[in-house]
């Protein structure tokens, strides 16, 4: 912070974070899904089990929705156009809404199936190989869950995070289907196995609802969450002066990116070049704290009363 507010600073420029192709973790997921659809479908054929037939139902479902997010991770890296100004990030939250969708058509499937073959059960066959099958499809499809979660974090991917909450999705479900098919062999029961595949149905709805929900925050630009903005109104506390606001301050995120803009009210008498070097400054501080951040800052006499006319939401 400049010692006179009058005198031009001139501090290190903070680089922005250039935009990540992550389109790499797409094609690892398209990857794991045919593996694991080659799998189960294979358990299903040698086994009989409508659980595992539901369970090769949810990896088709995983199938289409990773190459969905295939295509909103190109798109999202494209940079802004004349038509688009803020850049393509929201298509993430396509890919989220539609993997959640995916999944309601996914347990849709799964529980029909599961009340026919209860009404209609059948004896399983060759239960021992294809358990073995479907753990090895299971592991394969926890492995690419961890790194797509992973990178979401890291990149504060929606696509990739929701991504990864679906493959994680379909794990629990093939435990569960594990389960229940050897429950069905030990028990001798046939109608224990539509049951545990009705289970896994009703279970899997709230993934899918929750991705619909998180895609659908994004889309009506939520605010950043509460410990990025306690984060950012640090940073502002160690510029407040005197003669020194800030007002106004919002913040929101879309896709990977953040936005934030607030209104800068200084003395009037300041100079032109005095209220640049403060807000470069403040925004040197800011971008040290988040490299991908945007800013924008609306300079404003702190004496004007019109200065004050904007509603203040304040930091959640």
Same mark, same amino acid.
Do not use: C
């Given at each position: 912070?400049?010692?006179?507010?009058?005198?031009?600073?001139?501090?290190?420029?903070?680089?922005?974070?250039?935009?990540?192709?992550?389109?790499?973790?797409?094609?690892?997921?398209?990857?794991?899904?045919?593996?694991?659809?080659?799998?189960?479908?294979?358990?299903?054929?040698?086994?009989?089990?409508?659980?595992?037939?539901?369970?090769?139902?949810?990896?088709?479902?995983?199938?289409?929705?990773?190459?969905?997010?295939?295509?909103?991770?190109?798109?999202?890296?494209?940079?802004?156009?004349?038509?688009?100004?803020?850049?393509?990030?929201?298509?993430?939250?396509?890919?989220?809404?539609?993997?959640?969708?995916?999944?309601?058509?996914?347990?849709?499937?799964?529980?029909?199936?599961?009340?026919?073959?209860?009404?209609?059960?059948?004896?399983?066959?060759?239960?021992?190989?294809?358990?073995?099958?479907?753990?090895?499809?299971?592991?394969?499809?926890?492995?690419?869950?961890? $790194?797509?979660?992973? !990178?979401? @974090?890291?990149?504060? *991917?929606?696509?990739?995070?929701?991504?990864?909450? /679906? =493959? %994680?999705?379909?794990?629990?479900?093939?435990?569960?289907?594990?389960?229940?098919?050897?429950?069905?062999?030990?028990?001798?029961?046939?109608?224990?196995?539509?049951?545990?595949?009705?289970?896994?149905?009703?279970?899997?709805?709230?993934?899918?609802?929750?991705?619909?929900?998180?895609?659908?925050?994004?889309?009506?630009?939520?605010?950043?969450?509460?410990?990025?903005?306690?984060?950012?109104?640090?940073?502002?506390?160690?510029?407040?002066?005197?003669? $020194?606001?800030?007002? !106004?301050? @919002?913040?929101?995120? *879309?896709?990977?990116?953040?936005?934030?803009?607030? /209104? =800068? %009210?200084?003395?009037?008498?300041?100079?032109?070049?005095?209220?640049?070097?403060?807000?470069?400054?403040?925004?040197?501080?800011?971008?040290?704290?988040?490299?991908?951040?945007?800013?924008?800052?609306?300079?404003?006499?702190?004496?004007?009363?019109?200065?004050?006319?904007?509603?203040?939401?304040?930091?959640?």
């Amino acid at each position: 912070m400049p010692a006179d507010p009058a005198a031009p600073v001139a501090g290190p420029s903070v680089a922005r974070q250039a935009p990540v192709d992550l389109t790499r973790f797409a094609w690892l997921s398209i990857a794991a899904a045919l593996g694991t659809i080659a799998l189960k479908t294979f358990a299903w054929r040698i086994t009989g089990s409508v659980g595992l037939l539901s369970d090769a139902a949810e990896s088709v479902v995983n199938l289409v929705a990773a190459v969905v997010a295939l295509i909103a991770l190109r798109v999202a890296i494209k940079p802004a156009d004349k038509n688009h100004n803020f850049g393509h990030s929201k298509a993430e939250y396509f890919s989220a809404a539609v993997e959640g969708v995916m999944i309601f058509v996914a347990a849709a499937v799964i529980m029909v199936t599961a009340v026919e073959r209860f009404l209609h059960p059948q004896p399983l066959e060759n239960v021992g190989v294809g358990l073995l099958v479907s753990v090895l499809a299971s592991v394969l499809n926890g492995t690419v869950a961890w $790194v797509l979660l992973r !990178a979401g @974090r890291k990149y504060r *991917s929606m696509t990739l995070t929701a991504d990864g909450k /679906h =493959l %994680l999705t379909d794990v629990w479900t093939s435990v569960g289907v594990v389960v229940g098919v050897l429950l069905v062999w030990l028990t001798r029961w046939p109608r224990l196995d539509a049951v545990v595949a009705f289970a896994v149905g009703i279970n899997i709805l709230f993934t899918g609802w929750k991705l619909i929900s998180e895609s659908t925050a994004g889309l009506m630009d939520v605010s950043l969450p509460k410990e990025d903005n306690a984060a950012i109104r640090g940073v502002l506390e160690g510029f407040k002066q005197e003669h $020194v606001m800030f007002h !106004a301050v @919002r913040t929101r995120e *879309s896709g990977n990116r953040r936005f934030m803009d607030m /209104h =800068l %009210l200084v003395p009037g008498a300041w100079t032109v070049q005095a209220g640049h070097d403060l807000v470069e400054d403040i925004e040197q501080e800011l971008l040290k704290l988040y490299p991908d951040l945007h800013i924008m800052i609306h300079i404003e006499p702190i004496e004007d009363p019109r200065s004050y006319d904007d509603y203040d939401f304040g930091f959640n």
